[in-house]
């Protein structure tokens, strides 16, 4: 399996399941620290990028095959909105913007100039949004 098919598999299993449904990390329910959230699978798994085209792989077809196994991993199909902060990068060409105005109760910043990684290099003004993000978080 590719490096990416297993980054995408992490994010999809991990950062979703975790954070968006069980709350059980305290910062998880008020704030979404994983790059560009993916909230809608079925929307993002119709996209042409690299990352996109493998999820039917992934999940084990497309939505139509396997509508509940997509609607599992979609938070914004899940109908439960939980206070949280979406950063999510105008620029990013992996996951669409669209994906962070999917989310029912989420506050979204859209981050200028943003891609997909920046929120993870400490180089950039995303990354310092994030660290601001989460100073809020820790110190309500």
């Given amino acids: 399996m590719p490096a990416y098919e297993l980054i995408l598999l992490g994010d999809l299993l991990i950062f979703n399941t975790l954070e968006f449904w069980t709350g059980s990390n305290p910062l998880a329910a008020n704030i979404e620290t994983d ?12 996209g042409h990028n690299d990352c996109q085209a493998v999820t039917p792989r992934l999940v084990g077809g497309g939505p139509s095959d396997h509508p509940e196994r997509y609607a599992q991993a979609s938070p914004a199909e899940l109908g439960v909105a939980i206070p949280a902060v979406l950063l999510q990068g105008d ?44 100073e809020k978080v820790m110190n309500p």
């Avoid at 790059?35 to 119709?46: F, S, V």
């Fill in 35 to 46: 790059g560009d959230p993916i909230t809608d699978l079925a929307a993002y798994g119709a």
């Fill in 91 to 134: 620029q990013d060409a992996i996951v669409p913007p669209s994906q962070a105005k999917s989310l029912p109760g989420a506050r979204v910043r859209l981050i200028r100039g943003a891609g997909h990684f920046d929120l993870i290099h400490p180089s950039t003004a995303a990354f310092d949004i994030l660290l601001t993000e989460l």
